[in-house]
């Protein structure tokens, strides 16, 4: 099998759960990882075979998106570019850890992905927001790296496609 790995490279959690699940994938065949983005400190020790500038979200001082630094470094010339250049469809299986340039490639070539991880939780209604929502957090959610299918992480089991993380024992 060939798996396709795409992980969103802002910050540092999509690359820590590509290196814990990057293990267990590689029992089911061959695994190639883009890298998307810029803003991880992290050292990354997995195969990378493509990367791209990506579209990198970028953080405020307190945690939340900072709209005007991800809008000022948006490029979508070289984005479109990106996409083109990955050639996906001999993958058997594309996972897409919220990145868009994938998703991109993935609409344009007529192929499937599952987006894989807290983000994907936000996908259904019953996942817990703030009680004062971001109309363009909401929007990022929706848009940034959408997908057929998803395997939501979160702490809690609020939809059929999100595993608890609690361990009954």
């Not at 060939?2 to 490279?9: E, L, R």
């Not at 001999?90 to 868009?100: A, K, L, P, R, T």
């Not at 209604?125 to 957090?137: A, D, V």
Request: proline fraction near 5%.
């Amino acid at each position: 099998m060939k798996i396709f790995y795409a992980i969103q490279a802002t910050g540092n959690g999509h690359i820590s759960r590509a290196t814990q699940l990057y293990p267990y994938l590689k029992k089911f065949g061959d695994v190639d990882f883009f890298l998307s983005g810029n803003n991880a400190s992290l050292d990354i020790n997995l195969p990378i075979k493509f990367r791209s500038e990506g579209c990198s979200l970028h953080y405020s001082k307190c945690g939340g998106l900072n709209y005007w630094d991800i809008a000022k470094n948006i490029q979508p010339i070289q984005m479109y570019k990106d996409a083109k250049s990955l050639t996906l469809k001999d993958y058997d299986v594309i996972i897409n850890d919220f990145d868009s340039i994938t998703s991109l490639a993935c609409k344009m070539q007529k192929v499937h992905s599952v987006q894989l991880g807290h983000q994907a939780s936000f996908v259904s209604q019953n996942t817990p927001r703030p009680e004062k929502r971001s109309l363009m957090g909401e929007m990022i959610l929706k848009h940034y790296a959408p997908s057929p299918k998803h395997i939501g992480l979160h702490f809690e089991k609020y939809d059929s496609f999100i595993p608890s993380s609690h361990h009954q024992g």
